[in-house]
C-alpha cells in the first residue's frame, strides 16, 4: 500500500495577516468564539493523504488498514456569537475533505474566519503530502513516503518507516525514527534521531542536533551550532558545517575514521588521538583516528570551535 502527506508554504504577508487577525480577535475577547467537532470514516485501500490548509493543525498517526478516520475540530469567530456558532456548525456539518480512489483531501473551509484542526488515523503505508499556511504537523507511526511544507509552524515525525522531506520558512523540524530524511528550514532549529539511511539537514538560522543516523550526513547551518552524536557505519562520510557557531561531534571511543576539521576564527579539540598527515597547524586537524579508517568525518566552520569527543 502507498499513500502521501505534504505540508508548503503561503506568502509570508498573507500568513502574517492570517495569524495576527486570529490572535488579536481572541485577545480583544471576540474570537474565536464558538467551536464544533466532526469525525469521518472513509474506506480507501491504495488512498494518498493530501493536507491543503492555510490555518490549523494536522495530526496523522497510523490507524487500520484500508480505512481513514478523520476527526476535526473546527474554530470560528465573528463579532456576533450566534454567526460564530453557525458557522463552527455549517463547517463541522460539511467538513472540507474529499476522497477518490486515489487520495483523501484535507482543506481550508470556504467559509470565512473559520479553520479546522485535523486529527487523521491513516493506514500505516500511505503516502503523506501536507500543506499549511499556519499550522503544526504531527505525524506519527507512517511507513509511506512524508513530504511537510509549512510557511509558519513546527513539524514533528515520529515512528516513520520510509523517506522524510520537510521544510519550514519559519519553525522547527523534528524527525525520531525515519528510514532517511531531508530537512530544511530558513529560521529554526532541526532535530533527529534514529535514522537508518542518509539525513541532510540545514537551516539557515538556527541549531542542529543529530542523533544516531546509519548513512552519510549532511549537516549545515549559516548561522548555528550544530551537535551530531552517533556512530559513523562504514564507508559513510559526514559533512557537518557552520558558517558561525561552534561543532560538537561525539563518537564512540572505538571509532576509526579519517577527520578534516578546520576553522577561520576558533579552537579545534580532538579527545581521539590523530595520525597527522602534516597538513595541520592552529587552524587544521586533519588524519586517521583509529587504524581502519572506517569512515570520514568533515567539519569546516568559518568562526566558532570544533570538539571532537568520545560518546559515554
Known sequence: MSHSLRISAYPLAALTLIALTAVDLAGCGIGPTAQST??????????????????????????????????????AWDLDDRKALDRAESVAANPPITDSDREVRLATPPQDGAWVDFYVEAPAGTRLTLRTASGDVCVRGIDGEIDIDTASGNAQVREAGGSVRGHSASGSLFVDGAGSAVLDTASGDVETSEIEGDLSAHSASGDLRVGEVGGALTADTASGDVAVTSALGAGRTWHVESISGDLSILLPADASFDLDARTVSGEINSRFPVDSDGANDSDRLAGRVGTKGDGRVELVTTSGDISIGKAR
Open 38 to 75: 466532526f469525525r469521518r470514516e472513509i474506506e480507501a485501500t491504495d488512498a494518498a493523504l493530501v493536507a491543503d490548509t492555510t490555518l490549523g493543525n494536522v495530526t496523522v498517526v497510523r490507524g487500520a488498514d484500508g480505512r481513514f478516520v478523520v476527526s476535526g475540530r473546527v474554530s
